[in-house]
């Protein structure tokens, strides 16, 4: 069974990091696409960031470039996602989805468009003024 598990979230204030985790089980690693959203309450769901897994391209949202960095682990099956200079308007659930990248032309328009297949609970992150 496909399953995506995110963790690493938390408090911290504003300025401050953090690394968010998605564990991945059930697929194999070697051609995905692994995209990062978020959602604030009373907001649409928002996508950060995805990486490709065949070749390591990873693709941002204009906003998240210079503070957010998505980076993967072949050996541990796991995404990481890498939130640094942390305002308070980045608090938000983020959540992990995973589809086979295979057939599909990537870039960041579509790895936030694209219907992902499997997704996880999230992990909320709350950042304080």
């Known amino acids: 069974e496909v399953q995506l598990v995110e963790s690493g979230g938390g408090l911290v204030q504003a300025g401050g990091s953090l690394r968010l985790s998605c564990a991945f089980s059930g697929f194999r690693f070697d051609d995905y696409a692994i995209g990062w959203f978020r959602q604030a309450p009373g907001k649409e769901r928002e996508g950060v960031s995805c990486i490709i897994t065949r070749d390591g391209s990873t693709y941002y949202a204009d906003s998240m470039k210079g503070r957010f960095a998505v980076s993967s682990d072949y050996d541990k099956n796991t995404v990481y996602l890498q939130l640094n200079s942390l305002k308070p308007d980045d608090t938000a659930t983020y959540s992990c989805?995973?589809?086979?990248?295979?057939?599909?032309?990537?870039?960041?328009?579509?790895?936030?468009?694209?219907?992902?297949?499997?997704w996880g609970q999230g992990t909320q992150v709350t950042v304080s003024s």
């Open positions: 989805a995973a589809s086979p990248a295979e057939g599909v032309t990537w870039s960041w328009p579509k790895c936030r468009q694209y219907e992902y297949d499997y």
